[in-house]
């Protein structure tokens, strides 16, 4: 499923569990690479077409 | 008619004047030979005659009468007084006369005095003797004394002792009761021998047991052949043919003792030393023990010995002394070994009962009361089976084998019998201590005894224990006065004890504004726990990195307490983050008014930091609102107002559910 996610913050990954964060899109209905996510923070953002993991954080974006 | 009958009356008055009137008298007979009916006279008288005892007929019963039995030979004379009667019977005396002022009677010839007349003054003739009387046959059938050819008897045979007799022959006199004797022996005197013995048959010699000696008075034991007592009536002893034990008669000199000359002679002997006396030297030698003197002072006894005066006992005057050592040191009880084996030294034993006026004892084992609460001492020295012997109830007891044991190990009864053993006992092993040991030693063991049974709890004196059973307990009765065994059921009121186990997850309260049994109310309380269920974050950047949410919460009654904690290893930008209650949480109950999405609920405390030690400046809302977006429906909100950079977030809300 493509998505916007939060590129992955390795820190501390060793033995521990790593936050999955995706944007919340539900209500957005262009393409998402116009999502402000993206456009505003591609250093922090990207689309992946992946399967979101279980328990994966939302964040809604507002700036 | 009439007139026959005038007739007849007047011919039976002629013949009856007639006879009336004719004088009695008798006609002669002039000739020889006249014959009457039974009677005949001519030469002779012939008197009528019969073939056994004469009977009379017709009236003539009040004259005398004659009569012979030819058939017997015997001459019958009758009258009223004695009827027919033998003439001459042998029963009969011949005569009896007067003669002076006695009666005398003859018979067969000899003249024999009876009685004196009611004169007195007596007669030429004299008491008869005893020899008379029995010479003239006389008897006696009751006090009687019968003659014989070879025995002279006098018997008994009237009431008291019946049967008793005194026989008297040449050879012998016996006597002998045979009413109680079984089997016919006697007590019998050899008039030869001067022999006084016991014989198993009335004048029969052949049970008599001869010892060979002529002069010896010997009595036997009938019927064993075997035990017999003799004198020697000639001789210096008394003897007896069971082990020939000797005993001498004669007297022997002023001061001399009876001593034990030979495995079979008793004999006289001195009693000074030398010779056969008493060895009284060896003997002296032998008490070392002696003491020297003795003195009393005051009221109490002194030993002197060694050059020491030592007290011994107090008088009867009592009182004590201040050097007095009166105290008992050991206690000891003689006993009767009533198992069918030896007692041991060292055995422990109980009071089993008694025998011959002593306790009797068996081996104590502590596996039950009969066994183990009646203990009273260890044995002393070795008691055969049915014998007497000592045991130590209280004090030392010496030689015993406690090599396994360590000087001071205090003892207790074990459960082999007559044994002690070091282990205290654990129930229902009954603990009965005996004492403790002095020296541990094998043969030459010390051990102090002072047995203490144990109790049982229903053996106090305020206890009354009857049919014990599971699950009963000991309660007081106060009209009793005594503890008494009850089912634990019976005691407690049950309807305030509604159950004996409790529901999951609850504990009992009274959720009622008035008194009243408790009830179940919902109880749980989680330790801390992984949280993973859904995280919504409001900003520009999520916290990211190593996670490591947890949350833990409790619930009592319908009051639900939440603590939820959220760490990242990076902070993010936000400004508000939404955290789904966790499953299994109970779910909350909405306030009237507030049933609507995303309607707060309740506000609870927490804040949002971006480092675990800093302190938030920013006051958090945290709050509790129903979202239907979401699997569990209620999250938890914190609220910071502004975005700013957080990586630690912490929330803890109570609710009330439903």
Known sequence: MIHIRQKLDLTNKVGNIIAYSVVYTKDWTLPLEQHPSIVEHPENFEIVDEEIPAHAQTLIYNN | ?658
């Open chain 2, 1 to 658: 008619m009439e007139m026959y009958k005038k007739i007849l009356i007047a011919i039976l008055l002629c013949f009856g004047g007639k006879a009336i009137a004719q004088p009695s008298q008798y006609t002669p007979m002039t000739a020889n030979g006249y014959q009457m009916k039974r009677v005949k006279v001519d030469s002779t008288l012939h008197i009528p005659s019969f073939c056994g005892v004469p009977t009379l007929r017709g009236s003539t019963s009040s004259m005398g009468a004659l009569a012979i039995d030819t058939c017997n030979n015997k001459l019958y004379k009758y009258n009223t007084e004695f009827e027919w009667t033998e003439v001459g019977s042998s029963d009969f005396i011949d005569t009896i006369f007067r003669r002076s002022d006695s009666v005398f009677a003859k018979k067969n010839g000899i003249t024999l005095f009876q009685f004196k007349d009611s004169v007195g003054g007596g007669g030429p003739g004299t008491t008869p003797t005893l020899q008379e009387v029995l010479t003239a046959g006389s008897t006696v059938t009751s006090n009687n004394i019968i003659t014989g050819t070879t025995t002279t008897r006098i018997r008994q045979l009237g009431s008291g002792i019946k049967s008793a007799s005194l026989s008297i022959d040449t050879t012998q006199i016996a006597l002998v009761n045979q009413s109680t004797n079984t089997n016919n022996s006697f007590l019998w005197l050899n008039p030869n021998t001067a022999q006084l013995s016991a014989k198993s048959n009335a004048l029969d010699q052949t049970n008599y047991v001869g010892n060979g000696l002529s002069s010896i008075l010997q009595f036997t034991r009938i019927p064993s052949t075997s035990r017999s007592l003799g004198v020697d009536v000639n001789g210096p002893f008394m003897q007896s043919n069971a082990g020939q034990f000797y005993f001498p008669l004669t007297l022997g000199t002023t001061g001399q003792i009876l001593k034990l000359t030979s495995p079979t002679q008793l004999a006289w002997a001195d009693d000074s030393s030398g010779g056969s006396s008493i060895d009284t030297t060896s003997l002296s030698n032998r008490i070392d023990s002696k003491i020297d003197s003795l003195k009393r002072s005051s009221d109490s006894v002194y030993a002197y010995k060694n050059g020491q005066w030592n007290f011994q006992f107090k008088d009867s005057v009592g009182g004590g002394s201040s050097v007095a050592n009166d105290t008992a040191k050991v206690v000891i009880a003689k006993v009767h070994n009533a198992t069918g084996t030896t007692l041991q030294r060292g055995e422990v034993v109980y009071l089993s009962g008694a025998n011959g006026d002593v306790a009797s004892v068996k081996r104590a084992n502590n596996k039950q009361d009969s066994t183990s609460s009646k203990t009273f001492g260890i044995v002393r020295r070795n008691i055969a089976a049915g014998d007497t012997g000592y045991i130590t109830t209280q004090g030392q007891i010496e030689k015993l084998n406690l090599g396994a044991f360590t000087s001071g190990d205090i003892l207790w009864l074990d459960s082999i019998d007559g044994q002690f053993t070091n282990v205290v006992p654990v129930a229902p092993y009954h603990s009965v201590f005996l004492g403790v040991v002095e020296r541990a030693n094998n043969g030459n063991g010390l051990m102090y005894v002072k047995p203490q049974n144990g109790y049982e709890l229903g053996e106090l004196h305020d206890v009354q224990i009857n049919g014990k059973v599971n699950n009963q307990i000991l309660v007081y009765s106060d009209t009793q006065k005594v503890w008494k065994n009850r089912s634990a059921y019976t005691v407690i009121d049950t309807t305030k004890l509604q159950q004996k186990s409790l529901p999951a997850y609850s504990i009992m309260g009274n959720n009622t504004n008035a008194a009243a049994n408790p009830t179940a109310q919902i109880f749980k309380q989680f330790g801390n726990q992984t949280y993973s269920d859904s995280i919504t974050f409001t900003g520009t950047l999520n916290p990211s990195g190593a996670i490591n949410h947890s949350f833990r919460w409790s619930q009592i009654g319908n009051l639900v307490t939440l603590h939820l904690t959220l760490t990242f290893a990076s902070n993010g930008t936000i400004s508000q983050v939404g955290i789904e209650i966790p499953d299994g949480l109970p779910i909350p109950i909405l306030p009237t008014g507030l049933i609507a999405n995303n309607d707060i609920i309740c506000y609870g405390t927490g804040f949002m930091v971006s480092t675990t030690t800093g302190v938030s400046t920013v006051f958090s809302k945290v709050f509790l609102r129903q979202n239907t977006g979401l699997t569990n429906d209620y999250e938890i909100v914190i609220n910071q107002g502004i975005a700013s950079t957080y990586r630690i977030m912490n929330a803890t809300i109570q609710y009330f559910a439903q």
